[in-house]
């Protein structure tokens, strides 16, 4: 297109040089230069559609990149996993693989394209001026590499100059965010008025420092114009100086006075646009840094799943109770984890974030046999979280193994199990977190995602349970109201009835919960407590608590401090644990 | 009416917004009027950069038309000389457009910085949404800098090019009133054209584009949010399958979009082609039945040529308004926000040190809330009283404090201040006597020094150096290199969520009010931190008249009345001792933060 574009430029400064020579020679009738004219129209309209096509042929390049990115990236994310997810500022990537990406718009419709017609339009022109008038090529080889030139080392000056003053021009231009963002506070010690006179002068002072910095900015642009301009003025004055002798002919005279110009434009053009793509090309930077962020995960060679004898060992390390259906598919299909046994074995469990000295677990063992109501207490920072997400398989041990059995058999989620082993395990649990994530659809498809093809009548059933029916009819959609964001439009404690409703859909044998009723009000509080202990009976249960209530449910309590075991009821008195 | 009642002016939330239903042009206009001068000055030289360039090629093309006809060497020499002086003063006019262009926008930014900041001063913290985000803040920060696009990206190309277009219609009609006419026919579609298709394709690929935006927003948010959640119940294959399917949704928009974006610039060569065509048939017919000189065909039309020039960055320029439009109206609203409490006209002199404060069935309630924050609280606080309010988050706590600090007006009820209503006090007057660690106690980007003076400006360095002592702050200070002068904030030396609290403390303790209010600054602290903390809060505030806002009961003890706070009400009030004792709200929150104690 860069090609067809020069061809187009060329004919057209011929046509027009054609045309304007003939006039001021023998002064022709329109009606003689009919064909011209209509061959100069003609390519002019050409320029306008191919300037068309390139457009749209750019931004649907755009298009496509920024799709399979952003396909690839929200991929990379959930390689990563939940727990790197949580370290990181997932507005921020949102907004990155969101409107964020858009700022590559200008590099791919500016200045990819600019950078062929940089390469092939002044090669184009200078070899046409060249066939008509090879003093004029020579003039222009001469000054067009100068742009290049110029640009670079003007730009390095300017950034030199310009970085001096950066920190400067930063600070003042942050002054201002502080100022408003401490408003409270100045206020809270009457201070706001005075610093009024502060915002003014700091943004006086930031007009000035910026302008001491665009001066020098704006110099580079300066030479690069003065270059073009009295190029065309050193093209121009000769040629026509030379014409006075009769050594050229008009045609070609203009034919070189209308081509010189459009020579230069192009390498300008690139420069600005290189400077309104660089937001562009720090999106993309933000995108590869995820896409090149390392799975942490233990070395693959230890992948190994356990031979069958152990598995049954562990799975007759309890007395087995089969966990009571409440719901019971009406089509009398088995749930999702079939009718298997659950059992949980720590043996020296450690675990380790990056960036903290301190481990998270340290050599935790411990059993729970089927059936087992577990509570796990200990403070904050303890590392009861940490005990959940080892054991939904989203946190892998630095050290020890975890064993887990469920329907399709035992596995060590320490060992980097293949993935369907995991999902085997995953399968035959049901988790409610602290904050469930609600996701914006309607409420069935949220409650559903615990099993996908129940019914609506199983969807319905599971949310009475869950005391959530009473509200979700409420709601100007029933079941079929669509959730904002994160599940705008509900409460913290409507979003956890959802949420346990999800559990009672999934009537799975091991029920995993992480305090459901913190930061819940009094009212929502009664209601969540009662709909979860209905969701205990008849399986076995982890739950992190915090509630005296919750704790009293309980039949074995395992306290937690700095990370390791510091009491277990398991076989005896429970209140012994509960007071150390 | 009561003395009390004449003092108070009526609400201002009630009171309607004088010109904000004005025109966001006619505001900026407005704003700008000041800079006028500077504005004229940098589309002057628009002007001249652009007309040099015209002059240029003019020039030129006439040099070489009339070199053709062999003339002397002297009637070339002017030419000569206007090509060389018009290639050399371009690139200079054009400097010196950029600079004023900028200067203009630069003050202009200045102008409206200062306004919104004395518009944001009654509004901080309760009378702005913005106030509880910081993303919104900074946002709001970044809005006002659309206003030096608008300027320099807008404003001054626009103005350029619509004085060269008059110039270069007038240049040509003097030379050939026909060609003048129809080069002016040309320019006047081409400025109304252009816009309005750019316009008309941007508006229509927005409301295309919304939904699928949105929609992807959605599915992104549901996988990086709920990642665990889906792992765990086997979701994440069907959830990313949705996001890739949103993102070729929105692609195959965008495609489509591409089509008549791509117009604009399109339509722009279109009218400069034809018109330079028709400019060059109407010049050489005049040529032919003598009424131009031959001479000056090209001249014409390479002026009709290079007057659209200007011209085409108004694509760009439609863009940017449409863009800055949006900023400048959120900034206008800003502006045209009613102050949530009004200030007494003739108000009653300060108070002095030994301050009461009694809450009478106070109620708050936020604009557009469905319910009160603050629900009916009483209270009373005479001197050297330490009361404590206790309760989950969102229970009404930080808003009890807004509403005593003055910033945010009760919606019933009455706070007393020494046995008058609050409202007769100046709010200045009122946050001298009742002040503290607020809720989002602001550390700025200066020394510590700077920090704490902001308390109380005469303070010298003995007494900031006792009140860092009290806050158990000195001897981090002092091993700092910098010691008090060290630069702490946002782009300061580390400091740590803890150090950051203590520092807002020694603040509130430096400034010495009569009655200390102090709310819970342990979020985001680990535990052991928090606990120090409110031990040092506690300790700190003995034998003065305190309010402490926490959800951590440990050393509660020593407090005079503990009032336990949900959804707004004050649900359970008395001494540690008696409500550890009691069945309730208090008893269940020291059971779930004391487990082992049972």
Known sequence: MAAAGAALILVQADLLAGALADAVVDSPSPGELRPVLTALALVLAGRAGLAWCQQVASQRAAAAVKASLRRRVLHRTQELGPQWLSGQHTGRLATTLGRGMDALDPYFTGYFPQLFVAAVVPVAIIVQIAVADLASAVIICVTLPL?????????????????????????????????????????????????????????????????????????????????????????AVPVGLRLLDGELDLHTALLVLLLAPEAYLPWRALGSQFHASTEGLEVAERAFAVLDSPVVRPDDSSLRRLSPSVAEKHATDGSLTPASRPDARPDGSSSPAGDGVSVVRFEGVSVSYPGRNVPALDAVSFTIGAGEHVALVGPSGAGKTTVLSVLLGLVPPGAGRVLVTGADGAVDLAAAPPEAAVRGWRDGLAWVPQRPHLFADSVAANIRLGYPGATDEQVCHAARLAHADEFVTA???????????????????????????????????????????????????????EATARLMAGRTVVVVAHRPAMVADADRVIRLEHGRVAADSAGGARTAVVAT | MTAAAERVRPRPASAPATGSRRRPAARLVRILRTHAGRLTLAVAAGVAAELATLALMATAAWLIARAAQQPPLAALSLAIVGVRAFA???GAFRYAERLAGHDAALRALATLRGQLYDALVPLAPSGLPAYRGADLLSRMVSDVEAVQDLVVRVLVPVGTALAVAAVAVGFSTVLLPSAGAVLAAGLVLAALVVPLVTLAAARRNARLLAPARAELSARNVDLLEGSADLAVLGGTADALSAADAAARRLARVERRAALSSAAGTATAMLVQGATTVLVTVVAMGAAADGTLEPVLVPVVALTALISFEPMMPMVGAVHRLLESRA??????????????????????????????????????????????????????????????????????????????????????????????????????????????????????????RENLLLAAPEAGDEQVRAALATARLLDWVDSLPSGLDTVVGASGAQVSGGQRQRLALARALLGDPPVVLLDEPTEGLDPDTADELVADLLASTRGRSAVLVTHRLDGLDGVDEIVVLDAGRVVQRGTHRDLVARPGPYQDLWWSAHPGDE
């Not at chain 1, 009723?517 to 009664?526: M, R, V």
């Open chain 1, 147 to 235: 742009i290049p030139v110029f640009g670079v080392l003007v730009g390095l000056q300017t950034k030199r100059s310009t970085r001096r003053q950066w920190s400067a021009l930063e600070r003042l231009g942050g002054q201002f965010l502080d100022l408003v963002a401490g408003l409270p506070t100045l206020r809270a010690f009457g201070r706001a008025q005075a610093q009024a006179a502060a915002v003014r002068r700091a943004a006086d002072e930031h007009r000035s420092a910026t302008m001491s910095t665009l001066r020098v900015a704006f110099l580079s642009a300066l030479v690069l114009e003065l270059v073009a301009t009295l190029s065309v003025a050193l093209v």
């Open chain 2, 88 to 90: 050399t003063s371009r």
């Open chain 1, 475 to 529: 709601l100007p959609h029933g079941y079929d109201t669509v959730l904002g964001e994160r599940g705008a439009g509900l409460s913290a404690g409507q979003r956890q009835r959802v949420a346990l409703a999800r559990a009672f859909l999934r009537d799975a044998p091991l029920l995993i919960l992480d305090e459901p009723t913190a930061g819940l009000d009094a009212t929502s509080e009664a209601k969540v407590v």
């Open chain 2, 327 to 448: 900023a400048l109206g959120r900034i206008l609203a800003v502006l045209d926000t009613p102050a949530p409490v009004g200030e007494p006209v003739s108000p009653r002199p300060a108070p002095g040190r030994d301050v009461t404060v009694e809450l009478d069935a106070l109620h708050v309630r936020y604009p557009d809330a469905p319910s009160d924050a603050v629900d009916g609280v009483d209270l009373r606080l005479g001197p050297g009283t330490r009361v404590a309010m206790v309760g989950v988050s969102g229970s009404g706590k930080s808003t009890l404090l807004a509403a005593m600090m003055r910033f945010i007006e009760p919606s019933a009820g009455q706070i007393r201040l020494n046995g008058h209503d609050v409202r007769e006090f100046a709010g200045d007057d009122v946050r001298a006597a009742i002040s503290g660690v607020t809720q989002d106690a602001h550390l700025f980007h200066t020394t510590i």
